[in-house]
Structures are given as structure tokens and as C-alpha cells.
């Protein structure tokens, strides 16, 4: 019977071409729209990730309980030889370390002397080691307002907003003025390559970006780093592995006691990001149940009208003696072939949809201009698990429930009426 009822499907488009393009519509809406959910939840951790915590951050214990206060004087040295250790003992992941430090940064004038001075916030990552992926993580070409990347140890890009504060252009030259990791007193001479426009809220505000190794120069801290941050290699972050790997990572070393020993922190645990992740969880919940709800209905109802509309067809096959049962499986069967055909073209193209946002990406940064919000510009898309089986209950079990609803007519329908009717 069901080759009979798929061939009816193929052959008779007046009864399948409609259902179809609607259960594809909405099982399409629903998989971009989940993916769409999870790939602007996904953008936030993955700006945190990138600009402040990693996926997860490896630092000494003692750097761990002062991280705000930026303690240099707690880094970790030997850096080589834990990013070995580190790569070997976690491949799903890559590491970069990076130099976090305050100070103050002075503008000369001509003659050399202070013509400006102001806060820095100055942050060191590796910019010029081959193979590195900080200019592409921070996407640091499209959010050059002027200037170029910085090519030597000794040059810098500075906030755009502060460097039209401090009166600094591209080629000025600014000294750095702080402590190295030793307690000294330290000055250190950068040249201005181009000015950043993150986009991200008040990090870019007094932020000098700088490459790893000029600040090891300039806080004489040779192979030493303040934290070393791994990431996924997808750059998508999995809570449940990030908090394992850190279980595991520090319970490998809890007997060493000493505090300038590695410590690794996952994601959730830093600047509260615990909370917003478990936000994020119930949040997607109620997001994708309330569109589900939407959708579900309207498929219902289709199924339903499918199933009224088809009475008089039904009729006929009463009257030439066919068995109420076996018109309702009937039915039921046609509606499964139906949904099941629309679930996998919908899944399909909402997936194929989906995968260019999420590699490629909708750039609506001109739109943003005027907004300092910690999110992206670009907007993506994430395929998750269950991206791929999402649309079956609303492309499927619903047109099936209305039919079934609908169907139960049949089993009403007298043969003295059914003869009147056809009648007329």
C-alpha cells in the first residue's frame, strides 16, 4: 500500500504539491531560526571568549584570585614549555598565550616633551608568529578605522575614540610608562600603526593592542605571559568539555601546592559568565518552544483542512466498498509520506542556510556604526545536534495529528447519507 499511496503523492500534485511547500516553509523557518538562536548566544561567548576569558585560560594560582587587578608580578614563565605540555595533553584545542597590563600612556610633542597623557589599558597578543590566528579571531583587518597591522615588535594600534582624545595619529610614536614583572619602573617606546574601531562596548575605549613580543621587552618578562587562553578549533564553545578538561587539568596538579603553578579556569567560571550561560540555556528554550508552537499549529491545521477538503473523494471510496479503516490508514499513511518529504527538503535547505552563516556570515556592521554593543557585526549561524531531527515533530507528527483528527469523520458517515449526497 505504500508504494500505491507514494506513487499517488508523485502522480497527483493537486493533493501533494501544496502540503509539501508548506511543510517545507515551516520546517525551513524552524531549523534557520534555532540556528539563527543559537548562532546569536554562540557570537556573545565567542567575543568573551576571544577578548577575555578563552574557551578556557591557564594562569598561576595566585594570578587566578588577582586577575582584575592585571598583578604582572604573578605571571607564568617557562610559556613554551606549557603551550607543549598543553597542545599534547588537549589536540582538540590550540593555545595562544596573551600579556594583559595597565599603565600610562604619554604622548610627546615635538621637542620630546608631554604634550598629552592618559590610562592605558594595553593588551599583548600574538600578532607575528607564523601560523597564529589572533588577526583572524579578533578580525583585526575590518576593524582598522585607518592605518595597517603592525609588522614589529615595537608597534601598536590604538582605540580610535582615544586616540582622537590623546590627539595621536598614525606614525606618532607613545610611550608606555609602568612596572615590569619584577616591580621596576619601566618606559617603553611604541610606534601608532592604525587605530581600532572594535565595536565591543568599553574595552576599545583606552585599549593599545600590541604584539606578545613587545611587551616581554617592555616588562621584561622573556617567555612569560600573564594567562594562556585555548580555544576550540572550531571556535565554538562546549561548556559540559571546557569544565571537564579544567577538572581534569587541575586535579592532575592539585598535590604541587605552589602558587605560581598552572591553573586552568574554563569559560563559565570568569566575569560571571556561568550565569549568562545558563541564561542563554533556558532562554533558547522558550525561544524555540514558543516558534515551535506557532509552527506546529499551523501545520495542524493544514493537515485538518487536507482531511475536510477530501471528503467527497472519500465518499466515493465508501460507496465502492472499500472499509472505513482502510480509507483512515490510508490517509494517515499519505499524510506520513507527505510530511516526511517536506521535512527532509526543508531540513535540507534550512541547513544549507544555516552552514553560510555560520563559515560566511551577513556583515550588518554599517548598520551598527553608531552602537558600542559587545556582539559582532557579522551575523552567524550555528548547526547544532539537532538542527538536523528539529523539524520533524512540526513537519511530520503535525500534519499526521490533523489528519487523524480529521479523519475521524469518516468512521461517522452513514451509507444512506453518503448515497444522498452523491446524488446531488
Known sequence: MLKFLVKGVLRDRSRSLFSIIAITIGVFLAVVYRGFVAGIFDDMLRQGAIMMTGHVKVTTRAYAAEAELMPVDLT????????????????????????????????????????????????????????????????????????????????????????????????????????????????????????????????????????????????????????????????????????????????SREGRGDEFSPHMIPLRDQYDMGAMIDYMDVAVVIFIGMFFLVITVVLWNLGVMNGLRRYGELGVRLAMGETKAHVYNSLVVE????????????????????????????????????????????????????????????????????????GRAIFKREMSQLFKELET
Open 335 to 406: 499524510s506520513a509520506v507527505v510530511g516526511v518529504g517536506g521535512w527532509l527538503l526543508g531540513t535540507a535547505l534550512g541547513l544549507a542556510l544555516v552552514y553560510y552563516l555560520q563559515e560566511v556570515g551577513i556583515d550588518y556592521g554599517a548598520l551598527m556604526e553608531d552602537y558600542n554593543m559587545p556582539i559582532s557585526h557579522v551575523m552567524r549561524g550555528k548547526i547544532t545536534p539537532d538542527s538536523y531531527y528539529i523539524g520533524f515533530f512540526p513537519g511530520v507528527l503535525a500534519p499526521m495529528v490533523g489528519t487523524m483528527l480529521a
Open 76 to 251: 607564568l614563565l617557562g610559556v613554551e614549555e606549557i603551550l607543549a605540555s598543553l597542545t599534547e595533553e588537549f589536540p582538540d584545542m590550540f593555545w595562544t598565550p596573551r600579556i594583559t597590563f595597565g599603565g600610562l600612556l604619554d604622548v610627546p610633542d615635538e621637542e620630546g616633551l608631554t604634550r598629552e597623557q592618559g590610562p592605558v589599558a594595553a593588551m599583548a597578543i600574538d600578532l607575528l608568529s607564523p601560523g597564529s590566528r589572533m588577526v583572524e579571531l579578533w578580525d583585526l583587518e575590518n576593524r582598522l578605522s585607518e592605518g595597517r597591522l603592525p609588522a614589529a615588535a615595537d608597534e601598536a594600534l590604538l582605540g580610535a575614540g582615544y586616540a582622537e582624545k590623546l590627539q595621536v595619529g598614525v606614525g606618532d610614536k607613545v610611550t608606555i610608562i609602568g612596572a615590569t614583572m619584577h616591580g621596576a619602573f619601566t618606559t617603553y617606546n611604541f610606534t601608532i600603526v592604525g587605530m581600532l574601531k572594535l565595536g565591543v562596548g568599553s574595552l576599545g575605549k583606552n585599549l593599545l593592542l600590541i604584539d606578545l613580543g613587545g611587551a616581554q621587552q617592555a616588562l621584561d618578562m622573556e617567555d612569560g605571559a600573564t594567562e594562556i587562553l585555548g580555544f576550540y578549533h572550531d571556535i565554538f564553545y562546549v561548556d559540559e568539555s571546557a569544565v571537564a578538561q579544567a577538572a581534569a587539568y587541575n586535579a
